[in-house]
């Protein structure tokens, strides 16, 4: 969305539309009063006030810088600002004059280090886990270790004795006997002792991943990395089928408040800018009067049709359904704040609710208090009307460690300047010398030739005399060329004289590589802003440059484009932190809708039933990249290499650190 397509801008770009606070009785904004939508509605107002005013860490102001960047990230930038520079435009006519016999067309030179970059990280993704951290799992990891350790310390006494008693053997079993503990902690570093509800968690993840089609959705954000130098997904509870979720957000219309936070992880207040149809409004049930004004407010622009090319039927509800309207999509923080009062009864002191806006007592024995809760609530508002729908306290929230509600937006500033921004004015260079370049060729002199005339008189061959287009006709079929001598007074051929014919050279000449010249510089200048070296950008290296010199070059382009990664890292563990615990909801409230109908999946169910009444298991989220299949299999090679060399009594590794190995290889490290 450009900043032409911003509804009602000039509306709402004014400082009247002020913060209706926090201090409302909870029961009220949690409720479907006309003073609960009131609220909703002042806030939304504010929040889309304060973009427009620039007073948002993505402020409006931007809106434009990201549309123009995104068109020069696809070589589609509009040819209007070279015409300015190179053609005079009549103010009367309103026409162009001059290098109208070129083609203006544009040459994608960033689509080719666009296409770079996203390469780059084409084979490059991070693999949510999840651990276990509150003190029940801790406990249960520490007496599922030991007991391995002792099983497999003890196996041949073990074994006998549980035979004796009918017993089974233990189905986890170590790949080794560990001799102390170090070794132990080692083993349990690598994951050997998973907790069920930790690897059930990990595939939930993964059920996430698949479903929200998250290779197609990491691309997205890469070339909003690359374009806009900011990113960000948001987290919700599907309402159909009630899984956790992860989808898109376009920068371009993200609207976040009060913050200085690369990583946005203190976002107080964010909104999204989302287009819908009218019979999607219906479906959240408004009634037909807020149907018919909000389509009123939108008739006649953003491509709906005017309400007089509609017919018109009393009796057709429908009439509107097509119209596409904006709604700010907003989610943000509310203190709600609660009153109470302690009396002294006999012996004991009890807790009493008082209502909102209650003052101190008389009594002096009375304690009264007033406590604030952090909430988040949820609203979508249809901007430029007073129609607010979906208010009231927010889904399933996610939770800091601090039980502080989490939004459920997912963001991160890579730079104040994408790549692509940086690289604009050094684009606009390669246009221009382009287009000179055209003009140039186009008014380039063909080649041609010099003719001395007085050469070519009075010249007769086998009694028939020629004229000088016969000799020159002569010398373009056969090349031959037949002239007479410039003779000096005494009768001798004069010396020096100017040659009959002379090739002239065609072309465009020196100015030809004065431009070649700004080209090559203008694309090196592009180099240095983006650390995208010749080896990186497929360009033909320096010949004779070294293989181990071109993987220098390849290791320092990955390190400038480090920011773009660490950013996407950020985003993808915060976003499946949150997916992690919106799934613990889902195991409590909506069963039915865990993806798993065996196996681990029911086990899950039953884990998170029971976390409802017992414990609630609280999951720290990492990501790692998975090592490639490529390296896998050269480190595999090594290994049997080295254990070979260990059984003929070279230096080698031992089974024990095979098997470690391979379960580091498994588990992507």
Not at 94 to 105: P, V, Y
Not at 611 to 616: F, G, I, T
């Amino acid at each position: 969305m450009n900043q032409q397509n911003v509804p009602f801008s000039t509306t709402y770009n004014s400082a009247k539309y002020t913060n209706p606070g926090d201090y409302i009785d909870p029961k009220v904004k949690q409720s479907k009063e006309e003073a609960s939508k009131l609220w909703f509605r002042r806030k939304m107002e504010y929040m889309y006030s304060c973009y427009l005013r620039d007073d948002a860490y993505i402020p409006y102001s931007y809106v434009r810088d990201y549309f123009i960047n995104r068109l020069y990230g696809q070589g589609r930038q509009p040819n209007t600002k070279y015409l300015d520079v190179l053609t005079v435009l009549d103010r009367q006519s309103g026409k162009r004059k001059g290098w109208m016999n070129i083609s203006w067309d544009i040459v994608p030179i960033l689509v080719k280090f666009r296409s770079v970059v996203l390469g780059k990280f084409e084979d490059l993704d991070y693999v949510p886990t999840a651990m276990a951290v509150d003190d029940f799992s801790s406990t249960e990891r520490e007496d599922i270790k030991w007991t391995s350790f002792v099983n497999a310390k003890y196996e041949q006494e073990l074994t006998t004795f549980r035979a004796a008693l009918g017993m089974e053997d233990p189905q986890m079993k170590l790949p080794f006997t560990p001799r102390n503990a170090e070794e132990l902690d080692m083993l349990a570093s690598l994951g050997f002792f998973k907790l069920s509800w930790e690897v059930t968690m990990g595939r939930l993840m993964n059920s996430t991943a698949q479903t929200c089609n998250w290779a197609q959705l990491k691309r997205r954000l890469l070339e909003d990395a690359i374009d806009l130098g900011v990113i960000a997904v948001k987290d919700y509870q599907d309402p159909i089928n009630g899984k956790p979720m992860v989808r898109y957000v376009d920068p371009a219309n993200l609207i976040i408040r009060q913050t200085r936070m690369n990583d946005y992880s203190d976002v107080t207040e964010a909104a999204e800018i989302t287009w819908y149809s009218i019979a999607d409004l219906r479906a959240y049930g408004l009634s037909d009067a807020e149907l018919v004004e909000a389509a009123q407010s939108y008739a006649g622009i953003y491509g709906n049709p005017h309400l007089s090319e509609i017919p018109y039927s009393a009796q057709d509800r429908y009439r509107h359904d097509a119209f596409k309207v904006a709604v700010l999509d907003g989610d943000f923080e509310s203190f709600d704040s609660y009153f109470y009062e302690s009396r002294s009864i006999g012996e004991k002191e009890i807790s009493f609710d008082l209502p909102f806006d209650s003052k101190k007592g008389t009594s002096k024995k009375n304690k009264f208090q007033r406590k604030q809760y952090e909430k988040r609530y949820r609203a979508k508002w249809v901007i430029g009307t007073p129609v607010v729908f979906d208010y009231g306290l927010q889904y399933d929230m996610p939770y800091d460690q601090e039980m502080k509600p989490k939004s459920s937006y997912t963001c991160y500033r890579i730079s104040d300047r994408s790549l692509i921004s940086q690289c604009i004015s050094v684009a606009d260079d390669v246009q221009i010398a382009i287009l000179k370049l055209r003009a140039a060729v186009a008014e380039g002199k063909p080649a041609g030739v010099m003719i001395e005339f007085g050469s070519l008189k009075d010249i007769a061959m086998g009694g028939e005399k020629l004229s000088p287009f016969d000799i020159l006709k002569i010398y373009r079929d056969r090349g031959d060329l037949l002239f007479r001598y410039a003779l000096a007074q005494n009768g001798q051929p004069l010396q020096g004289g100017i040659p009959p014919i002379t090739e002239l050279r065609g072309g465009i000449g020196p100015y030809l590589q004065e431009l070649m010249t700004t080209l090559e510089f203008s694309i090196n200048m592009i180099r240095e802003i983006t650390g995208i070296n010749q080896v990186a950008d497929a360009s033909t290296p320096q010949p004779g440059a070294l293989v181990g010199v071109a993987q220098i070059a390849e290791s320092s382009t990955l390190n400038v484009l480090k920011p773009i990664l660490t950013g996407y890292k950020s985003v993808k563990q915060r976003a499946f932190a949150n997916i992690c615990q919106r799934w613990q909801l889902t195991g409590m409230f909506y069963p039915q809708s865990m993806p798993f109908s065996n196996g681990d999946g029911n086990a899950m169910v039953d884990i998170i039933k029971v976390s409802k009444d017992l414990y609630r298991p609280v999951f720290d989220v990492f990501v790692d990249m998975p090592i490639k299949d490529a390296d896998r299999a050269e480190l595999m090679q090594a290994c049997l290499a080295s254990m070979q060399a260990a059984k003929t009594g070279s230096i080698g590794i031992t089974m024990q650190d095979f098997v470690i190995i391979k379960r580091m290889m498994a588990d992507g490290n």
